[in-house]
């Protein structure tokens, strides 16, 4: 479905979803106050290590759960409505929302992540999962489309197609740790491999901490633009990218060290220098250590919510079964959550919507004019 606005409302003029661009400048548009230097201990400060001994961080849904998301599943089939045109009256979860508005504090102001399992995939069609999912969605915050023709859910399986020329997740290879352009990321698992795919997850802030104790004087490269390959979508090659911004309070990270090497020019040339390369390596290595990182196998049924602000992600290669039904496959929400700051930081942060926005166009004009000239 393609999103002609930059956001799509109901009947009611509420926002239903964002496109690709609306959601883009929105999460990039990172107030900025100054280059960290000393350690942030906060929640979202984690170490994988300690959190493989704890499950606080994984809840499962009570049968009362599970009968209400059957009951709001018939409703929205009820509806009529097509999956873009529901909203969250069009699926009521009248208890439910109580535990989501704790799962999203916990996303945007504590650890940064949250495991649900119990959602009855298998005994739902992959609509039916689809509509939950989406409508889930919504019920957290505000779903967006995942590239420029406008998917709104993303199915993470293998289509067998080059990973040299599509983005990663449409690939069983393994996929280094990245972030995702929206404030969370969530994942509903359908099916899981027959072999590998587990999902490990890094804090960030973490990794940040860790860089700041080896090497105090790299982390200002961080704060100004990397080149990022955007395999052609939304009409350019490639992208610039601050990885790191921080407010006085929160360090927000957007981090993807793939597209951060495979950017060209458009001579064909890399755009990572040496320095910019070794840093990388620093960074990833940090990001791999086993103290940092978490690994999870998700199970059908399970959901993953992720902040792609304080939180990497990666995924170890896989292999599938060989009935195509039994492929790995999980469904891939992308959701902007509504932010509430003090004015100071709003100021920033509109700053920083501007800036991106300018840069987008400039980049998409700029490219378009390089491909009309050879």
């Not at 999902?199 to 700041?212: A, F, K, P, Q, T």
């Amino acid at each position: 479905m393609c999103l002609p606005a930059s956001r799509l409302y109901n009947r009611r003029r509420r926002v239903v979803y964002k496109n690709l661009t609306a959601q883009t400048i929105h999460y990039f548009a990172r107030p900025q106050a100054g280059v960290l230097r000393e350690p942030l201990p906060i929640a979202a400060a984690w170490k994988g290590n300690q959190m493989a001994q704890r499950d606080d961080w994984r809840e499962a849904l009570t049968e009362s759960d599970v009968e209400e998301l059957d009951a709001a599943l018939e409703s929205a089939k009820g509806s009529g409505k097509a999956m873009g045109e529901l909203s969250r009256e069009d699926f009521p979860l009248p208890t439910l929302t109580h535990k989501i508005d704790r799962w999203r504090r916990e996303i945007a102001t504590g650890r940064g992540f949250q495991v649900l399992s119990g959602v009855p995939v298998t005994r739902w069609s992959e609509h039916e999962a689809e509509t939950f999912f989406w409508c889930f969605g919504l019920h957290f915050g505000i779903p967006g489309a995942q590239n420029p023709q406008g998917d709104l859910l993303g199915h993470v399986i293998d289509t067998g197609e080059s990973p040299d020329l599509v983005r990663h997740y449409r690939t069983r290879i393994n996929i280094n740790f990245h972030c995702d352009a929206a404030d969370v990321v969530g994942l509903l698992c359908l099916q899981k491999a027959r072999r590998g795919g587990q999902s490990r997850i890094v804090s960030s802030i973490s990794v940040y901490n860790e860089l700041l104790h080896r090497q105090p004087e790299a982390v200002g490269r961080f704060y100004r633009p990397f080149v990022m390959d955007t395999k052609g979508e939304g009409g350019v090659r490639y992208l610039p990218v601050r990885p790191c911004r921080y407010d006085g309070e929160c360090l927000r990270t957007f981090y993807h060290t793939d597209y951060f090497r495979s950017a060209v020019s458009f001579r064909g040339e890399s755009m990572l220098s040496l320095e910019d390369r070794v840093l990388l390596d620093l960074y990833n290595e940090i990001a791999g250590s086993p103290k940092l990182y978490l690994d999870m196998d998700l199970q059908p049924g399970d959901i993953q919510l992720l902040s792609n602000h304080t939180v990497l992600h990666a995924r170890t290669d896989y292999e599938d079964f060989p009935e195509p039904e039994r492929k790995r496959h999980l469904l891939r929400l992308w959701i902007s959550l509504p932010a509430r700051a003090p004015l100071v930081t709003r100021l920033r942060t509109q700053r920083s919507r501007l800036g991106v926005a300018a840069s987008a166009v400039g980049f998409k004009v700029g490219h378009a004019i390089r491909r009309a000239t050879g």
